[in-house]
């Protein structure tokens, strides 16, 4: 996978949630994904994760729809 292949999946992320980090590591508490720097202001997932990260996407996308159905419904 290129690093090109990143890059969307990275703003993906930063779409979904701010990097959540402890400011000492490079990776999100929230999602796991590495970040530009301990500070977090960007994910930036590398190679070995990106399946990992897109099964969380997909996860939290299929969450957020539950929700909404659920509030549609009344519930």
């Known amino acids: 996978m290129s690093h090109e292949d990143d890059i969307p999946t990275g ?3 930063d779409q979904n ?3 959540e980090t402890n400011g000492r590591m490079a990776v999100c508490r929230r999602c796991g994904s590495q970040t530009d720097g301990p500070d977090g202001q960007r994910h930036m997932p590398a190679d070995r ?3 990992r990260v ?3 996407l997909v996860a939290e996308l299929t969450k957020t729809h539950i929700d909404r159905v659920r509030q549609a419904r009344g519930g």
Do not use: A, K, N
């Open 11 to 13: 703003s993906q992320l």
């Open 17 to 19: 949630h701010v990097p």
């Open 49 to 51: 994760q990106m399946t």
């Open 54 to 56: 897109r099964e969380w």
